[in-house]
């Protein structure tokens, strides 16, 4: 928080100390389409079970997002897969 009016400039936080804020912030509560906390599903574990893909929060246990994979004909598919849909 920023005191509305700054003694000097040693009481406004440095751009590390803000950085350090936002990037320390726990991911599970930003889990909104567009937001970094999504983008966890692409660093964390993920595994195709049958015919759905399944991503992992950083903890490798936490489901984030659960996709049904088909082929080009819409058929269930585990290989050749043409897209996913949320389940």
Known sequence: NLPASPAATS??????????????EAGSGHTTAGTFGRLQA????????????ICY???GTTVLFTFNLTNVAGD???IRVYKRQAA
């Open 76 to 78: 269930p598919a585990s």
């Open 11 to 24: 009481d406004v936080p440095s751009a590390a100390t803000i950085a350090d804020s936002v990037w320390d």
């Open 42 to 53: 692409v660093m964390g574990k993920w595994e195709v079970t049958g015919n759905q893909l």
């Open 57 to 59: 929060a950083l903890d």
